[in-house]
């Protein structure tokens, strides 16, 4: 059994900043890439940043230079530092993990938390 839970999302005013943390826990074996994703009213969910085992990361263009992904392999645990935050990054916001329990990996996804960008 593997568990995927975020934290840290809330409401912030435009140009503020947001933490958001997420940690898996259960019979793991590995894990490979972690990632958030978000979701806003009527659109579809969309990548915002992926982190490999190894450190590598991407982002989305929308958020290149305002946020920055980062994980701790010790913890099982994957971070996104929020900065420079606009109305249109308000969404939910999703975590998922590439996680080998045996055999072969499956993607597992938090829950979600609500960021809000709002004055």
């Known amino acids: 059994q593997v568990q995927v839970v975020e934290s840290g999302g809330g409401l912030v005013q435009p140009g503020g900043s947001l933490r958001l943390s997420c940690a898996a826990s259960?019979?793991?074996?590995?894990?490979?890439?972690m990632g958030w994703y978000r979701q806003a009213p009527g659109k579809q969910r969309e990548l915002v940043a992926v982190?490999?085992?190894?450190?590598?990361?991407n982002y989305a263009a929308s958020v290149k230079g305002r946020f920055t992904i980062s994980r701790d392999n010790a913890k099982n645990t994957v971070y996104l530092q929020m900065n420079k935050l606009k109305p249109e990054d308000t969404a939910v916001y999703y975590c998922?993990?590439?996680?080998?329990?045996?055999?072969?990996?499956?993607?597992?996804w938090g829950q979600g938390t609500q960021v809000t960008v709002s004055s």
């Open positions: 982190i490999t085992s190894g450190g590598s990361t």
């Open positions: 259960g019979s793991i074996f590995s894990i490979n890439a």
């Open positions: 998922n993990a590439n996680i080998r329990l045996m055999g072969q990996p499956d993607d597992y």
